[in-house]
């Protein structure tokens, strides 16, 4: 089997992306003392970026992307866009809980450190990955590597972080209107799952109906059910009226971990992230559709 290698500003940007993640992780597991889940996640986020980034240069440096089961004209940046934002969730949850007024061994406390600084450096080496990968103008490229694509993954992902806030125990239970909201995150991003899943496998064609135009029907619905969510779910969490309190508890300040309010909080402030998200990828769906029209 032949070895393919072509220097290039992608290969380095990935090869990159190698060390820092597993250094990263190499080091948390070595000597940060991870003593509760969030550090679980961390690890997580780095060897998962770390594996599929072997994965991804293995298939090009043995030539095998045309005998991979999926578009590879589409998974390596859909990937690089998952790792990017995985490395950017521990690159900031990792320094709040093992950083943040720590008063542990002061190697214990270097190794954190470290651990954090390679998570940054692999965030900007995967964001480097997905700038250096994306469509160019006028240029012919899978789904996933135009902006609507892009929007997809980060439409998943703050779905992701939401279900995490909203779980364990759950705080949608106590209204009809944030079991709604709940409703609304999970239809969205399971549809826009498949989307990425359809594009990935390269499974646009079995669709009995033009994909583009799903596409921009599927995007004006979910910015509907966001602009919706982002109303209600706020309204319902923090209206006196409602059962909520519209003023912080200063219990939150001493609380360990995120006390409800902060989660109420956080998910509405996710909300409205998600609906500019949709709302965006709207405006961009609907020019591909006049564009291959």
């Given at each position: ?11 380095w ?36 970026s ?6 991804v ?76 990968s ?18 997809k ?62 596409l ?39 609380a ?38």
């Amino acid at each position: 089997m032949a070895i393919v290698f072509h220097s290039s500003p992608l290969l380095w940007t990935r090869l990159a992306a190698l060390v820092f993640s597993c250094v990263a992780f190499s080091v948390a597991l070595h000597g940060a003392r991870l003593d509760h889940g969030t550090g679980d996640w961390c690890i997580f986020c780095w060897a998962f970026s770390f594996s599929g980034t072997l994965l991804v240069l293995l298939v090009e440096l043995f030539g095998l992307q045309a005998r991979a089961p999926v578009s590879w004209k589409n998974f390596p940046i859909t990937f690089a866009c998952y790792a990017a934002l995985l490395c950017l969730s521990a690159s900031i949850i990792f320094p709040l809980y093992y950083l943040k007024g720590s008063m542990g061994p002061s190697q214990t406390r270097d190794y954190r450190i470290v651990s954090t600084v390679f998570s940054c450096l692999a965030t900007i080496a995967y964001i480097s990955e997905v700038s250096i990968s994306k469509a160019r103008p006028g240029e012919v490229s899978g789904y996933m590597a135009t902006a609507p694509g892009l929007l997809k993954v980060c439409e998943t992902f703050v779905a992701c972080i939401i279900f995490v806030f909203v779980s364990d125990p759950p705080i949608y239970d106590r209204h009809d209107a944030l079991k709604y909201c709940m409703a609304v995150y999970c239809i969205c991003f399971i549809l826009s799952a498949v989307i990425i899943l359809l594009c990935v496998f390269e499974c646009t064609g079995c669709l009995p109906f033009p994909f583009a135009r799903f596409l921009s029907a599927y995007a004006l619905l979910a910015v509907v059910l966001y602009l919706s969510a982002a109303i209600i779910w706020p309204i319902f969490s923090f209206d006196p009226k409602h059962g909520g309190n519209k003023d912080r508890p200063y219990t939150c300040s001493s609380a360990m971990g995120v006390c409800q309010w902060d989660k109420f909080m956080t998910v509405a402030v996710l909300t409205a992230v998600n609906f500019i998200l949709y709302l965006a990828d709207l405006i961009y769906s609907t020019r591909l559709v006049f564009v291959n029209a």
